[in-house]
Each structure stands twice: as structure tokens, then as C-alpha cells.
């Protein structure tokens, strides 16, 4: 069970990042994103990709992040650029049960106490969307981006084109060529 926590979604101004942070956790493999902030237009747009591009990943908002924290039963792991180093902290986090917390703006100092690891990807300033991205793929071992989610969209890789599957009419269809 892999958990992203996002912290500091301010819906006017965050809402394609905060998109990109789920779509991102779904496609590479965790189960559920939370939150902070209350924004149904976001769950929406998630539950609309789910809805046709399959798997079970929800989504919810309004998540109370202190609480959320503190009930957390496994590990919790922040991305930070402060933080320890992912390449030697990975091999040691062997947990099942995994929260991963990104924030925005500015993460309270409170965060940094409760987590039970701050990894960095890195050392520099980066995005929520890269460090949440290559910790998860590095923690997959690089295989969860190529496994499919059987929805009723269906890409399948096409080197010029774009070649979609939609499976409840069992028919292909094909945009005209790219480049
Ligand atoms: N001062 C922030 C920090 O502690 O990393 C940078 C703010 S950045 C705009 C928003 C989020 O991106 C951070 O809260 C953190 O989760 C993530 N992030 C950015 N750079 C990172 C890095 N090098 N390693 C891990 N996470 C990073």
C-alpha cells in the first residue's frame, strides 16, 4: 500500500501541479493520493482518468495531514532537497505500507519531525512531480512504468502516430501521423 500525501494544494493556483503529483503516483504505481486542501474539481479530473484508463488509485481530498500522519500505520517518508540521500536510504526502507509526503510552497518545520525519514532526490531544487516520480520508480526497480492498467483505454506505444484502444467498442481508433 503506497500512499502520496500532498501538502499545500492551493486550488486556484496549484491544480495542474497537484493533478500531475496523482497522475503521476497512479502511473507508477501507488494506491491512493491525499490531499490537504478540500478541491472536488481535482477528484473529479482523477476519477475521470481511472474511469478510462482503469486500476483501483483513488483519490481524496480534505485530508487533515497532521492526523493523517500520526495514524499512519508503517513508514513515512518526505521528499525533501534537505533531506538524506535517496540512493542510500532506498535499500533500507523496506516497509509494505508507505506514505510519501510532497508538499508546494513552504512545508511546515513539523512535517520534517513527524516523517520518518526526509530523502532527498538530489540536492538541488526541483518539482513535487520529479522527486515523487524517481522515487517511485527507483523503489519499482524502473518496471512499474511499463505495467498496464486494463482500462477501457488501451495506447498501445506506436513510434509516429497515436494508436488508442477503447475496449468497450472494440474498435481502434487512429489519429492521422505526427512529425
Ligand atoms: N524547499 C522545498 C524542499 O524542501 O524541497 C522546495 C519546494 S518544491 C517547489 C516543492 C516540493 O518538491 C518539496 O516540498 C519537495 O517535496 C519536492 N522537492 C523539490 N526538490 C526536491 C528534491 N531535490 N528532493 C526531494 N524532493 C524535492
Redesign the pocket.
Given at each position: 500500500m503506497i500512499v502520496v500525501l500532498r501538502l499545500g494544494h492551493r486550488p486556484t493556483r496549484d491544480q495542474r501541479v497537484t493533478t500531475h503529483v496523482a497522475l503521476t503516483a497512479r502511473a507508477l504505481g501507488a494506491d491512493e493520493v491525499w490531499v490537504s486542501t478540500p478541491d472536488p474539481d481535482l477528484e473529479k479530473t482523477i476519477q475521470s482518468v481511472v474511469g478510462r484508463f482503469g486500476g483501483k488509485f483513488k483519490i481524496k481530498t480534505g485530508v487533515d495531514w497532521r492526523k493523517a500522519i500520526k495514524a499512519w500505520e508503517g513508514q513515512v517518508v518526505h521528499?525533501?532537497?534537505?533531506?538524506e540521500s535517496l540512493s542510500k536510504a532506498l535499500p533500507t526502507i523496506k516497509t509494505k505500507r508507505l506514505m510519501i509526503v510532497?508538499?508546494?510552497?513552504k512545508?511546515p518545520r513539523e512535517v520534517y519531525d513527524l516523517a520518518d525519514r526526509n530523502i532527498?532526490?538530489?540536492?538541488?531544487?526541483?518539482?513535487?512531480v520529479a522527486?515523487l516520480a524517481i522515487f517511485l520508480d527507483r523503489r519499482g526497480g524502473g518496471k512499474k512504468l511499463e505495467k498496464g492498467q486494463k482500462g477501457r483505454l488501451v495506447i498501445v506505444p506506436n513510434p509516429r502516430g497515436k494508436t488508442v484502444i477503447d475496449r468497450s467498442k472494440e474498435k481502434t481508433r487512429r489519429s492521422p501521423k505526427q512529425g
Open positions: 521528499l525533501t532537497m534537505y533531506g510532497v508538499g508546494a510552497e512545508v532527498s532526490v538530489g540536492n538541488q531544487p526541483h518539482s513535487e522527486a
